[in-house]
């Protein structure tokens, strides 16, 4: 259909004999925010496999702006335009962020292809700069927080000429601030004539976001909805087929005994201590802007990144450092 910049007919997919697709059809306009949405397992990993080359399909056709394709390979998806970003970052912790944006597009000269930092600087300052993005980009990109990192694979993805942006659950892990800029930076790609495919288990975000909604399930696509012409509920009723009740409330019991006591605590992010103590059966929330600590905070604590002074109590036992394997241990 004019206007339309992916549409698929019929596509089928088996795995054996499980039926993954069933003669899905669906259309995607040029510009807009679409989310797919469905319970695990109702068929919507496989649909973006093979919309970024990774499976092929059995049957059925796909068309984008204008043209049939057939997509074999990631590379063929990359170069008409389509780009994903996944729940975990696709990054380069190590290099700085200049380099992550324009990894294997970097700008050379002369015949044995050297690296033209300063010209790769200046590009990646410019894009982040459009995008209202304030990042360093000499940061090495294990420095930053995850919402930053997802923005960062946002903009590789536009350094690329991406027209068509695949985000699934791309907000997992991510504060509601980060989300926030996230989301605005969406819109923005919105404003570009970029399109984006928002896959999510998250039914706010999508009436936050998206323009329209489509349903999958157990491998059959059963609408798609204006978002501002649906509900939550209407929604939900078409991800499982059946009527959502309330299950009744559960009672949450939080003990006096302390858990977690962090006295003092700095790391390399913070610029200043922090302290705080959390009771068993609690639920202590940490939030702040994008790039504040709050990750890092957790990766401390997890044993991950050094911490630099302070005391870390668990169950009454102070530990001095700490390590992914030590933490698991004590629990």
């Given amino acids: ?43 919507k990993s496989t649909l973006i496999k093979i919309l970024t080359g990774a499976i092929h399909r059995d049957s059925g056709e796909i068309w984008f702006n204008g043209q049939k394709q057939t997509i074999e390979n990631p590379v063929q998806s990359r170069e008409i335009g389509i780009a994903a970003i996944y729940q975990e ?34 590009k990646a300052g410019e894009l982040l700069k459009k995008f209202g993005v304030e990042i360093d980009p000499s940061t090495p990109i294990g420095e930053l927080g995850l919402g930053q990192k ?30 926030t800029t996230l989301f605005d930076i969406v819109r923005d790609l919105k404003k570009r004539h970029v399109t984006v495919l928002y896959i999510s288990h998250h039914l706010e975000e999508v009436f936050e976001l998206a323009d329209r909604v489509s349903v999958l399930r157990d491998g059959t696509l059963i609408d798609t909805f204006a978002t501002e012409k649906t509900s939550v509920e209407a ?60 990750t890092e905070i957790g990766r401390a604590l997890f044993g991950v990144d050094p911490i630099l002074s302070g005391s870390v ?19």
């Avoid at 946002?154 to 991510?174: C, H, P, R, V, W």
């Avoid at 790391?267 to 994008?290: C, N």
């Fill in 235 to 294: 929604l939900s009723r078409a991800i499982v087929g059946r009527e959502i009740r309330d299950a009744g409330v559960l009672e949450h019991i939080v003990s006096d005994a302390v858990a977690l006591e962090v006295t003092e605590l700095l790391i390399p992010r913070l610029q200043k201590p922090i302290s705080f103590t959390l009771k068993q059966g609690e639920i202590l929330g940490i939030t702040g802007v994008v790039g504040a600590g709050k």
């Fill in 89 to 122: 970052v696709n990054l380069f912790p190590q290099l700085p962020v200049m380099y992550n944006l324009f990894f294997g597009n970097e700008p050379t000269r002369g015949r044995l292809g050297w690296l033209r930092s300063r010209s790769i600087r200046t």
């Fill in 313 to 331: 109590k668990i169950c009454g036992r102070e530990y001095t450092s700490l390590t992914p394997q030590k933490a698991k241990e004590i629990g």
């Fill in 1 to 43: 259909m004019p206007g339309d910049i992916l549409v698929l007919q019929n596509i089928n997919k088996h795995f054996g004999g499980i039926r993954a697709l069933i003669d899905v059809s669906l259309a995607v306009r040029k510009g807009e925010i679409h989310a797919l949405v469905g319970e695990n397992g109702a068929g």
């Fill in 150 to 179: 997802r923005i960062v694979e946002i903009l590789k993805a536009i350094s690329l000429n991406a027209q068509f942006l695949i985000m699934d659950e791309a907000t997992t892990g991510m504060s509601r601030a980060e989300i």
